[in-house]
């Protein structure tokens, strides 16, 4: 199972890509940053549940005081592990098949 997830914004909605390491994670966060449609948040690691900020959006939590960390800590884990289930529980149909990557 992909122990790390990738989040990102599109169109106003979390989604995420499973990864099975770190560095492949911090690969699909950088190639993220290049587009345009998808907005980048940061890698979520199941097995520790701690979630990694991406860059510009660690900026801002480094700006927010310390309720204000705490509640968007939160949120964010909360937000990744629902994501997680969800697709954990996923089973596809015959002759379906999930959206690739950049669909």
């Not at 959006?57 to 939160?74: F, H, L, S, V």
């Amino acid at each position: 199972m992909n122990r790390f997830s990738v989040l990102y914004l599109l169109n106003g909605q979390y989604h995420h890509v499973g990864s099975n390491s770190h560095d492949e994670a911090v690969a699909l966060l950088n190639k993220l940053q290049t587009t345009t449609k998808r907005t980048p948040v940061g890698i979520y690691d199941a097995k520790t549940e701690l979630f990694e900020w991406e860059p510009n959006q660690e900026e801002q939590y480094n700006q927010a005081d310390i309720e204000e960390q705490g509640r968007m800590g939160k949120q964010i884990i909360t937000i990744a592990q629902a994501l997680r289930r969800r697709d954990s529980s996923w089973q596809p149909t015959s002759g379906f098949r999930r959206p690739s990557f950049f669909a």
